[in-house]
């Protein structure tokens, strides 16, 4: 392989991985506005909206320094159990709905956490 036959194709691969995250982000920033602004405040989508008991998302990635591995894992923390289900992963059966289920896939948990990310301050 000549050196600028493997630069091109290196050029190549930072371009797809450069698209393939912003495909994330802007499919987390859908999947958070459809399914988590219910309780969440997102960044400027519903500035007014959410539940007053509920962190923004703002909050939670600039104020936790473990919130990466708190968006990968929301769905197993407390209340989401009782309203969110992962496609794919067995739901606690001993938790009551206590509102209409979300259904979810794996996909739009890694995308919501690329989303979430974006909204960390510089
Ligand atoms: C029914 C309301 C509700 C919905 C819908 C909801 N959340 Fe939450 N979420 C909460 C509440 C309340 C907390 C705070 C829990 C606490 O302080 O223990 C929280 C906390 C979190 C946290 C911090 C977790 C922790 O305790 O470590 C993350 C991350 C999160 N939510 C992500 C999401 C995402 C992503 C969605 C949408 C797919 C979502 N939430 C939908 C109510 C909700």
């Not at 969440?40 to 936790?64: E, K, R």
């Not at 896939?105 to 989303?115: G, H, M, P, S, Y």
């Amino acid at each position: 392989m000549n050196y600028r036959f493997a630069m091109t194709l290196l050029i190549v691969f930072a371009f797809q991985t450069i698209a393939t995250m912003a495909d994330a982000v802007k499919d987390g920033r859908t999947a958070a506005q459809d399914h988590c602004s219910r309780c969440h405040v997102i960044g400027d989508y519903n500035p007014n909206g959410g539940i007053s008991s509920t962190p923004s998302f703002q909050l939670l990635v600039n104020a936790l320094k473990d919130y990466q591995e708190r968006f990968d894992t929301f769905y197993a923390r407390p209340p989401h159990p009782a309203v969110i289900i992962i496609q794919g992963i067995k739901k606690r059966d001993d938790l009551p709905y206590n509102a209409a289920p979300v259904k979810l896939t794996l996909k739009d948990v890694e995308n919501i956490a690329a989303f979430a990310k974006t909204l960390k301050k510089k």
